[in-house]
């Protein structure tokens, strides 16, 4: 078994694949747009759609209430029904790890009642905006504060800060290569050390966020913030809730008789990047290997983890290879090839076109038993 990997037909070795941290364009698109939304709160309307009053601004008569994701935001759209207006930030289908607001998604975030987020770094290129936002008195609701978190062997630990060392060392490279002169190698040099400094804050730790995948642990989440919301709307939600526990109570039943297809001890996972651990522990799957070893998408991966990664696929004889937004493709795409198993694309991160969340995670559940019974 080499290093570098080759498809069958080609010998250019694989590249590492370089993610690049946005740290210096997320901090001045914060800077940006926290000035930006200043002055259109100061304006006092919500671009003629609502008004504000006090802080929080109605659209169409209702609070606003925000969420930085679509998968969870119809989880909110369930809950609150008639008693507030629900915005979701990140388009649907777009990587939540890789995304920076705009300037009129910071203006809606201000004007909301509540603010609901994944957290655990999720939205990685939210963050400075979300903390704002709490010290300035809006609140956020994080879902991944109400459950029981899934956290990372210490194997999977390892490979997970193995990928971020690899990253900050190519950065710091990269760094000292860009420096043409005395004053820029200095400015870089300055502007490495604040991206590092942000780095080691935000950090993606041991505790997997990917919670949604879980219909079990989302009816955690929804109780949680069924009280939330009830504070913060002024609403009784009690009905509400009760539907949105019991669908899923139902939607565990489905998957589980979804996934009754796959024999026993045959549910393993190679995905995109770390993100069905909550599915894997729930229904009785073992997590192989992702193409991105980490429990971000903007980590780094290079021959080395794909030429392990290839090694344990093969001794484990899975059935497929399961790709999701923000894998890089031609890589998944040789993975699959070199091991000979079709490549599946998995709704991880998005709401189909039709349907909510309850339909979303029946999808997931058809694909991955459908990709690991032969039958995709």
Aim: with cysteine; charged share 25%; aromatic share 4%.
């Amino acid at each position: 078994m080499g290093i570098i990997l080759v498809r069958s037909h080609d010998t250019t070795p694989v590249p590492a694949i370089r993610r690049h941290r946005r740290t210096t364009r997320t901090a001045m698109a914060f800077a940006t747009v926290t000035v930006a939304a200043a002055s259109l709160v100061a304006c006092g309307d919500d671009e003629g759609s609502g008004e504000r009053s006090s802080s929080t601004v109605l659209v169409d008569g209702k609070p606003l209430v925000v969420v930085t994701y679509s998968v969870l935001g119809d989880v909110v759209s369930q809950l609150v029904g008639d008693a507030a207006t629900v915005r979701v930030i990140i388009p649907n289908g777009q990587d939540p790890h890789d995304y920076a607001p705009s300037a009129q998604d910071v203006e809606q975030m201000n004007g909301a009642a509540l603010v609901v987020a994944n957290g655990l770094a999720l939205e990685e290129g939210m963050e400075d905006v979300l903390d704002t936002l709490g010290d300035d008195g809006v609140p956020v609701f994080y879902a991944t504060d109400h459950v029981e978190l899934r956290e990372l062997g210490a194997e999977e630990q390892a490979i997970e800060a193995a990928a971020h060392d690899e990253g900050a060392t190519e950065e710091a490279s990269h760094d000292e290569e860009a420096a043409h002169d005395e004053e820029t190698a200095h400015d870089e040099e300055t502007a490495h050390d604040e991206e590092a400094a942000h780095d080691e804050e935000h950090a993606h730790g041991s505790e997997d966020p990917h919670v949604w995948t879980d219909p079990n642990v989302m009816a955690v989440v929804a109780a949680a913030l069924a009280a939330e919301l009830e504070t913060v709307l002024g609403a009784q939600l009690d009905e509400q809730l009760a539907a949105v526990e019991a669908e899923m109570v139902e939607l565990d039943a489905e998957v589980r008789e979804i996934m009754s297809a796959v024999p026993a001890g045959e549910c393993r996972l190679v995905t995109g990047h770390e993100s069905l651990g909550y599915f894997a522990d729930r229904y009785g799957c073992e997590l192989i290997g992702a193409v991105i070893p980490s429990l971000s998408s903007t980590a780094e991966t290079s021959a080395k983890d794909l030429s392990e990664l290839l090694e344990v696929t093969e001794a484990a004889g899975v059935k497929a290879i399961f790709t999701e937004v923000g894998t890089p493709q031609a890589v998944a795409v040789q993975v699959a090839d070199e091991v000979g198993v079709p490549l599946i694309e998995l709704p991880s991160h998005n709401l189909p076109e039709t349907g909510g969340y309850q339909a979303f995670v029946v999808e997931l559940a058809t694909k991955v038993a459908a990709g690991l019974t032969g039958s995709a």
